[in-house]
Structures are given as structure tokens and as C-alpha cells.
């Protein structure tokens, strides 16, 4: 039974811990802090694996214990700060523009944790508005409600940034 138990831990851990981590970045935006909460939702699943009865749920099980440990990181510890860094010491390399990825972070970060989780759950976790009710503790009414107006903040935040851009190049 124990083989059958790691075997089936394992192929949970290949098929999710890519995806797991890219939500726990935009949770946390920073690596290691995400890398720190995927170890611990993969730890908690296997002390729970066995509650774990219909392997089809795995996927929604697993970013829910994700979003319990993220929640449960914060609560615990203090963040870190360095307040001894300076700002242009911090390299971005990746290879999007980084003018709009701020904007699109900045716009992320305005909206209320209500709005942007469950966009984050769609977006990056490829989850049904079911699936997102189920994570989230919702209805399915409450997460369709909270995407459309997510959405829709997004584009006023954007409308906003795109007519700043245009009076700075006027």
C-alpha cells in the first residue's frame, strides 16, 4: 500500500508542482518564499493523502492547501524587508516589457484580495468557476461575480494608466 500511496504522491507532484508554483509566485512574488510554500502544501498532502478520495479533485485539493499555507505563512511571520538595498540594485530579467509588466502588477495589486484571487485562479490556474468556488469556500455565483468585476476594475485601472501614458507623451 505504501508504494501504491509515494506512487501516486509522485505523479501528483510532477503533474502540479509547476503550476503550484507559478500561483504561489504571484501570491508571494518571490521565489523563494513560493518555493517555501509549494514544499509545504506537498508535505501537508501526503500527511492528508489518504483523506484524498476521488483522485479527479487532486488538482483543486492541492491549490486549496496551497492558499491555506500561503495564508498560514503571513500569519506566523513577519515579512522580510532590507531596508539597507538600494532600488537599483533590483534586476529584472525577464524578457517582457517591463513598463507594462508593472502596470499589469500594479493594476493586480490595486485590486481588493476578493477580485484578484480568483482571477489569479482562472488566468494562471486554468480553473472553472466551479472549481474556483470550491477552493475559495463560494458559490459559483459569488466567483462569477467576483471575475466580472474583477475584470472590469482591470480595465478602468487601465484606461487610467493608458491616459497617463498619453499626457506624459503630449
Known amino acids: ?3 501504491t500511496k509515494q506512487s501516486k504522491f509522485e505523479s501528483m507532484v510532477r503533474a502540479y508542482s509547476t503550476e503550484l ?3 504561489a509566485y504571484w501570491l508571494c512574488r518571490d521565489r523563494h518564499t513560493a518555493e517555501d510554500v509549494v514544499q509545504e502544501t506537498f ?3 501526503w500527511k492528508a493523502c489518504d483523506e484524498l478520495r476521488d483522485d479527479k479533485a487532486a488538482r483543486s485539493w ?3 492547501i496551497l492558499r491555506n499555507e500561503h495564508a498560514r505563512l503571513f500569519r506566523r511571520k ?3 524587508i532590507d531596508h539597507d538595498q538600494a532600488l537599483d540594485e533590483i534586476v529584472d530579467d525577464s524578457a517582457r516589457d517591463p513598463a507594462q509588466e508593472l502596470e499589469f502588477r500594479d493594476a493586480m495589486n ?3 484580495p476578493s477580485y484578484r484571487e480568483p482571477l489569479l485562479l482562472q488566468w494562471i ?3 472553472s468557476c466551479k472549481e474556483i468556488a470550491e477552493i475559495m469556500g463560494l458559490t459559483e455565483g459569488a466567483v462569477m461575480t467576483r471575475l466580472t468585476r474583477g475584470r472590469i476594475a482591470l480595465g478602468r485601472l487601465d484606461g487610467t494608466a493608458a491616459r497617463r501614458r498619453k ?3 503630449a
Open 1 to 3: 500500500m505504501f508504494a
Open 167 to 169: 499626457g506624459r507623451s
Open 110 to 112: 490595486a485590486l481588493p
Open 43 to 45: 508535505a501537508r498532502a
Open 125 to 127: 490556474g486554468g480553473y
Open 21 to 23: 508554483y507559478r500561483y
Open 78 to 80: 513577519p515579512l522580510d
Open 62 to 64: 492541492l491549490y486549496t
